[in-house]
């Protein structure tokens, strides 16, 4: 399983006897849900049931048996998951090069042998990637070996250094105790005297930065921490910047990197917001830092806060040396969450992760100490997966914006049971973009649904924000009563006192617009040449007829003849002919729906 990518691992179930048998699965672990936690089995059946490791598990090696429970008894279902960061992109092409060597080596990490066949070694020549190796396991040596062919166009002469990929700390070493010199088909190391590769310090933090926004920290430290030095793989463009919370630097072609950033070494404490206008990577060599020995001094109000431990953590556990008060935020590029007494972090903001940028508001000045985080520690998940219909909108596109602000809120009790539900959507709007995407989410803490959405603007102040609804048991979309003017880093509502909203009722022409009595509207255009739309709706599920007749009272027409229609309200056509399909002559028709007692008419004039 890579980090932060769901992985689905299907297993199938199987009824070999002559009677329908009905399963349940229990038992899953904390990183592992399930599709359909229940169903039956018919006779000699099967049944696919699809697990999803969480997207939030940390590195680490996972064994646990969950079971389908039967009348008969619990099958047992064993699950051993391997999860890792994904490798670094070493790919070579081997038919680049003229000329080869071997390499038989034993890796391992500041002195430790690797025991782990998901560890790598690579060859470097002036950082260039000449070939890499999996670990193989020695049935016979008993330890495990790697066997690396090295590349080059040179016959002899290159200095060949390695790097290490250590999948438990998931990180790359780029430096070890070894080197060797190249030569045309030689080699260095045998099965019985490797080669022995140790990392001895350095490591590599790999950033990759998309078009637009970023929010980014280090958890490495180095004697070099000026802009030139950490982002030196990156290609800019005119324009490209870097903020901080005091300062910032700006890309030019004539003077590269100038800015107030650009002069200081930066600030392992502090988040970054980097905006570029392509899409670009650099690898940051420093040291680790040791997160749990490293106090951060926030003040009140705005903190741009780093994220220092090398393993994500849920939200309670890595800010538990804070003493927050009530409605304190902290908030990511996407998500946020707010402090509430006796309850604690409260919001979508679930976990912190390496890598990550992060803003949090104080309300008084406090001390943050990260806690020291090990691999293994993984995500609290739900039980039963939720899978979500597809919504009427796409998601934001939140790195075209450089500004966010946060809103808590609940649906009007009037309607909140019948929109309260994880497959609604609710979206806020600023000419006609999409500029927030939520779902009500269910607090055990608060007993209660809550909204938490975070909407994005490139302007500090001012823009109008509409709310639109999506009811997808019934597909109907509402508008909101409320809007609001965007302001950076504002807060409305909070997790106790969230902002109520309240719907506008739908009227015609909005899906699912049900009249609080029978009506036949006129028909439009009117008067009209060839075609017109007349529109009807009933307040209840009814039986109704639509039809057209002439100034002599003849029926020349029928639309609709006795036909059931749910509650609410609907449009028809009539092109102006008969129901022989000749065209009608220029004149004045009637159009008359009937449903139970209710009769009415409206006149129509045909010009021709």
């Known amino acids: 399983a890579i980090i932060g990518e769901p992985t689905i691992q299907t297993v199938e179930l199987n009824n070999i006897g002559s009677n329908a048998k009905e399963f349940s699965v229990t038992g899953l672990p904390n990183w592992l849900t399930v599709a359909t936690p229940e169903g039956t089995l018919n006779p000699g059946g099967n049944w696919e049931i699809d697990f999803r490791i969480s997207p939030d598990i940390n590195v680490g090696d996972f064994v646990d048996t969950v079971f389908a429970e039967t009348p008969e008894g619990n099958e047992p279902l064993a699950f051993k998951v391997a999860s890792m960061c994904e490798y670094p992109n070493w790919d070579i092409d081997p038919a680049s090069y003229q000329y080869t060597m071997n390499v038989v080596g034993k890796i391992g990490v500041l002195g430790t042998i690797s025991e782990d066949k998901y560890d790598r070694v690579a060859a470097v020549v002036d950082g260039e990637y000449r070939g890499y190796a999996d670990l193989v396991y020695d049935t016979d040596l008993k330890e495990y070996r790697a066997y690396l062919t090295v590349y080059s166009n040179a016959s002899s002469g290159e200095l060949v250094e390695f790097h290490i990929w250590d999948r438990s700390n998931c990180v790359e070493w780029w430096k070890t105790d070894q080197t060797i010199a190249f030569n045309a088909d030689g080699s260095s190391g045998a099965p019985n005297e490797p080669l022995a590769i140790n990392a001895t310090g350095e490591v590599a933090q790999e950033f990759m930065f998309p078009i637009g926004w970023d929010w980014m920290s280090f958890n490495l430290e180095s004697n070099e921490m000026l802009i030139d030095d950490i982002f030196s793989d990156l290609d800019p463009s005119f324009g490209d910047r870097i903020i901080g919370q005091d300062g910032f630097a700006q890309y030019s072609d004539a003077t590269g990197w100038i800015g107030t950033l650009a002069d200081e070494p930066l600030n392992k404490r502090e ?24 106090p951060i001094q926030l ?24 003493s927050p008060d009530q409605n304190d935020l902290i908030k990511s590029q996407t998500q946020f969450a707010q402090y509430v007494s006796d309850v604690g972090w409260v919001g979508n903001l679930k976990r912190l992760k390496p890598s990550e940028g992060y803003k949090i508001q104080m309300a008084n000045a406090d001390t943050l100490t990260y806690p020291y985080i090990m691999s293994g520690q993984s995500a609290k998940t739900l039980d039963k997966e939720i899978i979500f219909p597809e919504a009427p909108w796409d998601t934001v596109l939140w790195r075209n914006y450089k500004n966010s602000m946060n809103v808590t809120a609940v649906i009007d009790n009037n309607i909140a049971e019948q929109m309260n539900s994880p497959e609604d959507v609710v979206v806020a709007i600023s000419s006609g973009e999409i500029r927030g995407f939520t779902r009500p989410e269910f607090i055990e803490g608060l007993d209660s649904y809550r909204l938490f959405m975070t909407i994005f603007s490139n302007s500090p102040t001012g823009e109008l924000i509409e709310l639109k609804f999506w009811d997808a048991d019934k597909d109907i979309i509402y508008s909101s009563k409320e809007n609001l003017s965007f302001t950076n880093n504002d807060m409305i509502g909070g997790a106790i006192d969230p902002w109520v909203l309240s719907l506008k009722p739908l009227t015609k022409g909005d899906r699912g617009f049900v009249p609080d009595k029978y009506v036949l509207d006129q028909n439009y255009p009117n008067p009209f040449n060839p075609t017109t739309s007349i529109g009807f709706g009933v307040p209840e599920d009814s039986h109704i007829s639509l039809s057209i007749y002439n100034i002599l009272g003849e029926e020349i027409h029928t639309l609709i003849n006795d036909q059931f229609m749910r509650a609410g309200y609907q449009t028809i056509m009539w092109n102006a002919r008969a129901v022989n399909g000749d065209r009608v002559p220029s004149g004045v028709y009637f159009v008359l729906m009937r449903s139970g007692s209710f009769m009415q008419t409206k006149k129509m004039i045909l010009l021709k």
């Open 271 to 294: 988040m970054f917001m980097v905006n570029l206008s392509s899409k670009d990577s650099t690898d940051f060599i420093g040291v680790r830092v040791g997160a749990d020995t490293i």
């Open 299 to 322: 003040e009140q109000g705005w903190n741009w806060l780093s994220y220092l431990p090398s393993f994500n953590s849920d939200l309670g556990n890595a800010l538990k040396t804070l």
